[in-house]
Nanobody, 124 residues
């Protein structure tokens, strides 16, 4: 169980790119799954992308081909490269981690036991 801190959010034009980072206070080597969720205004949090300990990535259908999730266990950091951003993807983005692997749902860890405070992404 570690503390997670997101960074890299900001305002970008539609069609632009942004890379989010999530730093962990402790090692994430033991985390079976780490990933990203987002919450848009008036909506619940939804899974965006997740990656397990074997490097297998899972994505929400809406971001496939545009987003790439990666993890660097040595640096205790999770990344989300977002390309061709759309206005509807304006949201608070959160990183999360858990001991279980990938969920059957695209973009989710099976059990996100802990998460950070979020970083705002605004696409206009």
């Amino acid at each position: 169980h570690v503390q997670l801190v997101e960074s890299g959010g900001g305002s970008v034009q539609a069609g632009g790119s942004l890379r989010l980072s999530c730093g962990a206070s402790g090692s994430i080597y033991g985390d079976a799954c780490v990933g990203w969720l987002r919450q848009a205004p008036g909506k619940e949090r939804e899974g965006v992308a997740a990656i397990d300990s074997d490097g297998i990535a899972s994505y929400a259908n809406s971001v496939k081909g545009r987003f790439t999730v990666s993890r660097d266990n040595a640096k205790n950091t999770l990344y989300l490269q977002m390309n061709s951003l759309k206005a509807e993807e304006t949201a608070m983005y959160y990183c999360a981690a858990g001991l279980a692997g990938l969920d059957v749902r695209g973009g989710y860890c099976a059990s996100p036991n802990y998460w950070g405070q979020g970083t705002q992404v605004t696409v206009s």
